[in-house]
């Protein structure tokens, strides 16, 4: 079993549409949460990143953490066609040096 | 401007030489990482250093070697040992100073795109 997994789509949602993205984890000793979004041939760059289970919003972005169920959510709202990317949860385990483990990436395609 | 650079974008090799990845970064960053992205999957941790001199395996680091002789500055040599070097490979820094302001995130590099025929 992957530590962190994640359904690699392609989602594919009219512009407009609230986009919906999930990873799930095995260690419960993981703390802190972050999400990336990655164009096609670019590095990742940060999106949203939190610590504690609850909602944290940013704009169109609203990241969801469930650590009892081990869940972690990111959803953009009123979806664009330059949301259209690949969306990689990142999850760090403090006390293994702050390495990142990544899921495998969502591909989101937002349609005009 | 502020960043990570990865030179060069494209890179071809043939099969059997070492290669070079150049990471730079004025971020004043103390740990800086390296990752390695395959088609459709995540990334991968080859090395990671979190001070200059010092540095630790990742998951997949047989193949491969780096050097943090300086701070912003962590080359990664991709020698002929890596069975499949082929891939996208992406450098990472972050600010080492979580105990005062926790923050732990990691900012990227543009990658660069290794090919050996």
């Known amino acids: 079993q992957k530590e962190v997994e994640q359904d690699p789509g392609p989602l594919s949602v009219p512009e407009g549409a609230i986009v919906s993205l999930n990873c799930t984890y095995s260690?419960?000793?993981?703390?802190?949460f972050m999400w990336y979004r990655q164009y096609s041939r670019k590095g990742p760059e940060l999106l949203m990143y939190t610590y504690s289970s609850g909602n944290k919003e940013d704009g169109r972005f609203t990241a969801q953490v469930d650590k009892s169920s081990k869940y972690i959510s990111l959803f953009i709202r009123d979806s664009q066609p330059s949301d259209s990317a690949t969306y990689l949860c990142a999850i760090i385990l403090k006390a293994a040096g702050n390495k990142l483990t990544f899921g495998g990436g969502t591909r989101v395609l937002v349609k005009p | 401007d502020g960043g990570i650079t990865q030179s060069p974008k494209y890179l071809f090799r043939k099969e059997g030489q070492n290669v070079t990845l150049s990471c730079e970064q004025n971020l004043n960053h103390d740990a800086m990482y390296w990752y390695r992205q395959d088609p459709g999957q995540g990334l991968r941790l080859i090395y990671y250093?979190?001070?200059?001199?010092?540095?630790q395996k990742g998951d997949i680091a047989e193949g491969y070697s780096v050097s943090r002789e300086k701070k912003e500055s962590f080359p990664l040599t991709v020698t002929s040992a890596q069975k499949n070097p082929t891939a996208f490979y992406l450098c990472?820094?972050?600010?080492?100073?979580?105990?005062?302001?926790?923050?732990?995130?990691?900012?990227f590099g543009p990658g660069t795109r290794l090919t050996v025929t």
């Open positions: 990472a820094s972050s600010s080492d100073n979580a105990l005062w302001d926790n923050r732990y995130e990691q900012y």
């Open positions: 260690n419960s000793a993981f703390q802190y």
């Open positions: 250093s979190q001070i200059v001199n010092d540095f």
